[in-house]
């Protein structure tokens, strides 16, 4: 794959995911009974700096939690043979909770659909929210999000690469072109 174009760079990263953190905090109007939790793999670093932001702007943790949807997937078994589990850690009660799934692409739905199944299987949330980074249109199920960083309309040929610090050692978001 190639570079068609960086959209966005450690700078506006940041800014967008303060803004996003504002917009949670009007939304529920605070943060009691709000939880983050990401979905892997970069949904969880953008978890863990809304946690931040939100805890700067309002000196109050909000837990995070980590979800691992490899087993929901309806691709499973085109993906691999044997899918690598690293496993969900949500170590608090979800029931009656609000509950905001971070990802960093919203593309097609389908991860989000596995998302919310494997969510369920924790309990029963009073609410789900989703936050997304980019949000590049092309959904094949009714899925939208309620925190958009950036909406970014794509080709089908152009892949949308979000990197983070955490997972990849910089703050990036690249559209990509197939070879």
Known sequence: ?????????????????KRIAHQIIENNKGLENVYLIGIRSRGVPMAERLQKYLEKFEDFKVPVGILDITLYRDDLSTIAQQPVLKGSQIDFDI??????????????????????????????????????????????????????????????????????????GEDKVRIMLRD
């Open 1 to 17: 794959m190639k570079v068609k174009s960086q959209i966005m760079n450690e700078e506006a990263i940041n800014r967008t995911l």
């Open 95 to 168: 029931n009656n909770s609000n509950i905001i799934l971070t990802d960093d692409v919203l593309y097609t739905g389908r991860t989000v659909r596995a998302a919310i199944d494997a969510l369920l299987d924790f309990g029963r949330p009073k609410q789900i929210e989703l936050c997304v980074l980019i949000d590049r249109g092309h959904r094949e199920l009714p899925i939208k999000a309620n925190y958009i960083g950036k909406n970014v309309p794509t080709s089908n040929e152009e892949i949308i690469k979000v990197s983070f610090k955490e997972t990849d």
